[in-house]
């Protein structure tokens, strides 16, 4: 079955770095496209950023990230990171891995990434 194990967060002082890996199996990981969400608290969960199946291939961003995060993908070892730099108390939030494999989207548990000031 699919599963995504997502791993990295932390606390973290603003203007910090992190990096986040999902782990992927179960599914033929180089055919999709793979995503990373996030949800703060009292928030809705929205997208962060997204990459394309093939590399390079089509990277999109959420415009507040756009610039300090980078998302990558290792096709070989089934992985899938975001680089995040100058952080600020803004991202904090649970960050998901996700992959959408017809009909259904698949998430993984979840990393919590805390940012203070």
């Known amino acids: 079955q699919v599963q995504l194990v997502e791993s990295g967060g932390d606390l973290v002082q603003a203007g910090g770095s992190l990096r986040l890996s999902c782990a992927a199996s179960?599914?033929?990981?180089?055919?999709?496209?793979m995503s990373w969400y996030r949800q703060g608290p009292g928030k809705e969960r929205e997208l962060v950023a997204t990459i394309a199946a093939v590399v390079p291939g089509q990277i999109r961003y959420h415009n507040s990230v756009r610039g300090r995060f980078t998302i990558s993908r290792d096709n070989a070892r089934n992985m899938l990171y975001l680089q995040m730099n100058s952080l600020n108390p803004d991202d904090t939030a649970e960050y998901y891995c996700?992959?959408?494999?017809?009909?259904?989207?698949?998430w993984g548990q979840g990393t919590q990434v805390t940012v203070h000031a």
């Open positions: 996700s992959v959408r494999i017809p009909p259904a989207r698949f």
């Open positions: 179960g599914f033929s990981f180089r055919t999709y496209t």
